[in-house]
């Protein structure tokens, strides 16, 4: 079924979205961005004449309720996106079926964080991996799993699975619940057909030279993406945190700067397959350092590879953030995914605003730019970039594992 031809009029749908919005201390929506992304499936529903139960996760509270990740903190902020007087709120997510058959058409009903129960992710809580008994108990919280499902898959008539940033979880929301629809009545999102289509278009038909630009904290959770991306693109950006890894596997002096010790070779292994595709590698030749990790922090400029004691790198420097420019420059196909540095920072942001800069520039004379993942969308947003480049991804992982040829189980629940 597709959303376009689905009649809502009279019946209640089930909407997972990705409300998983950074939140400030004061629980203020700092970027709505993906609730924005939501809008186009959720206002289907309710110009059809249907009824909202929208169900989401928001941080990691790993199967305990707490407060901290309360969807009830932005129940206001979504009352006011949809143009509704009221959202609802079911303040235990697996005991919504008073609430939800008391839904009318045209009613929103938002239900509390799905992880704060473990069955959503489907991961047994308190045991590790080696234990003997992990088997079990991963089979039985799979059991659970389903259980769980079943009952949000209760509260409606069909689901719409529309959550992109977490359709490469197999959790119960996001797949198992469509096992409880038949085909008639469960279909993808807008937001879901649409990243689904510009994941398409970057790799059906690649324009060269393609450049790919990763960023954030580690490699080690990028190094999948990497590997991948080093088969397909021209040249690779490698910066953020990952930059002194990588300086550190050649011996480099990094101070206190961000590393993974434990990921040398794996920083030896990604430069040598690049080489061996014949893929330009582009690290950051020096870095804006800082005598501790705030924004405040006395800065000055250093190599990369050549960092004091008691200093640490928290951007590109400025060597680096031409260079990347350069590289970025005259590129046809663009990727971008992680920052090149602590851009929360305002005092370290610029390797992150040349970037998107240089990614706008290059939009502007043809490429076409597809920016995912949390953080670099919140960079082009506060860069004001947003309607500079192509396409924004509301996915990090999922984009990744997208672009990796990967079949997402959100899509595979649906699609089949
Ligand atoms: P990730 O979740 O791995 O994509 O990483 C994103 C985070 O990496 C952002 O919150 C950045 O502040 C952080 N980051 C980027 N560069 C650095 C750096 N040089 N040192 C510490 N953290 C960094």
């Not at 008994?133 to 699975?161: G, N, P």
């Not at 300086?247 to 434990?262: F, M, P, Q, R, T």
């Amino acid at each position: 079924m597709t959303i376009d031809d689905y009649k809502f009029a009279g019946k209640k749908a089930i909407v997972r979205v990705d409300f998983n919005v950074p939140l400030d201390e004061n629980g203020k929506i700092t970027d709505d961005t993906r609730i924005r992304g939501a809008l186009p499936t959720l206002k289907k529903v309710l110009a059809d004449g249907g009824a909202l139960i929208i169900m989401s996760h928001m941080g990691k509270p790993k199967g305990k309720v707490n407060a901290k990740f309360s969807l009830g903190q932005i129940k206001d902020a979504v009352a006011a996106a949809l143009g509704v007087k009221e959202v609802k709120f079911a303040p235990d997510c697996a005991k919504a079926a008073d609430a939800a058959a008391a839904l009318k058409p045209g009613e929103v009903l938002l239900l509390e964080n799905l992880r704060f129960y473990p069955e959503e992710e489907g991961k047994p809580v308190g045991i590790d991996k080696e234990d003997p008994a992990y088997d079990a108990a991963k089979k039985e919280m799979k059991a659970r799993q389903k259980e769980f499902a079943k009952t949000l898959a209760s509260y409606a008539d069909c689901y719409v699975m529309d959550a992109f940033g977490t359709a490469h979880r197999k959790h119960a929301s996001t797949a198992v619940i469509a096992d409880y629809f038949d085909a008639d009545n469960k279909m993808l999102g807008y937001l879901m057909e649409k990243e689904v289509k510009a994941v398409d278009n970057i790799l059906s038909d690649i324009k060269r030279p393609f450049i790919a630009i990763m960023g954030g904290s580690k490699v080690s959770s990028k190094i999948g993406i990497i590997e991948n991306l080093l088969g397909k693109v021209d040249k690779l950006i490698l910066c953020g945190g990952m930059t002194y890894t990588f300086a550190k596997a050649h011996g480099g002096k990094i101070g206190d700067s961000i590393v993974e010790l434990d990921k040398l070779d794996v920083a030896l292994g990604v430069e040598e397959l690049a080489k061996k595709n014949g893929v330009e590698l582009v690290m950051a030749p020096d870095a804006i350092i800082a005598d501790k990790f705030a924004n405040d922090a006395v800065q000055k400029v250093a190599p990369s590879d050549n960092i004091p004691e008691g200093w640490q790198g928290l951007d590109a420097g400025p060597e680096a953030q031409k260079k990347f420019a350069e590289a970025i420059k005259g590129c046809k196909t663009i990727l971008w995914n992680g920052p090149a540095g602590v851009f929360e920072f305002d005092n370290f942001c610029d390797g992150s605003r040349a970037i998107g800069n240089a990614i706008a520039e290059a939009t502007a004379e043809g490429a076409f730019s597809l920016i995912g993942g949390g953080d670099s969308v919140a960079c082009v947003n506060k860069f004001g970039l947003a309607d500079k480049v192509s396409y924004i991804s509301t996915g990090g992982g999922a984009l990744l594992e997208a672009i990796e040829g990967k079949v997402l189980p959100g899509v595979a629940a649906i699609k089949g």
